[in-house]
């Protein structure tokens, strides 16, 4: 689907898989969709119809419980002001942390996959700016699937997040490496058993 501009709209908001993350995602979208197609120089009445169309189905659900004013007196940011209320208003905060430490590296996930993952996910902890950074690095730590890299980490009297990924991506790296190298050589010397046969 895509509108006069050519430029495709965001995705609906999808309410029912982590629906604060699903949000913080669509209105992202959304403001870059607004500066890419120049829709604040429409009136409010096409701005705010391109918003729900945008949104999709379900969200369009819960916006018809706000009983906001179908009039020009309803702008477009006490729309999205209403939406961020439900959504982020709804958060658990606990089980929002809970979910956070609970997450460790899955398999044959990489460390930027991992490091994504935590912080999506720290996303919506409200962690303190103060913290969010040795909270991600502990996390890092302690979910990392490797125990050799954990190790490594622990090794570091000060470390930081920085030094934690760059441990990780470096040891994650060191291993690819390694077992390209492995296998050429077990592939060298199946080729030197079959010459030597011949």
Request: aromatic share 8%; charged share 30%; net charge positive.
């Amino acid at each position: 689907m895509g509108t006069p501009s050519g430029i495709r709209p965001p995705h609906p908001f999808n309410l029912k898989e982590s629906p604060i993350e699903g949000w913080k995602l669509f209105k992202q979208s959304w403001e870059n969709y607004v500066v890419i197609t120049d829709i604040l120089k429409k009136d409010k009445k096409y701005q705010k119809a391109m918003f729900l169309h945008c949104i999709g189905p379900d969200a369009l659900k819960v916006y018809n419980t706000f009983n906001l004013a179908e009039d020009d007196t309803t702008k477009l940011q006490d729309i999205i002001a209403k939406f961020e209320n439900f959504i982020i208003g709804e958060t658990n905060e606990t089980y929002e942390r809970y979910k956070f430490n609970q997450r460790n590296q899955l398999s044959e996930e990489t460390t930027d996959q991992f490091i994504t993952a935590l912080k999506t996910l720290s996303s919506t902890c409200n962690f303190c700016d103060c913290m969010k950074e040795s909270l991600l690095r502990d996390r890092l730590v302690t979910g990392i699937r490797n125990p050799e890299t954990r190790k490594k980490l622990l090794e570091r009297r000060k470390l930081t997040l920085q030094d934690a990924i760059d441990i990780c991506r470096a040891t994650e790296s060191s291993a690819s490496l390694i077992k390209e190298m492995d296998h050429k050589q077990t592939s060298s010397d199946t080729i030197n058993k079959i010459v030597k046969t011949i």
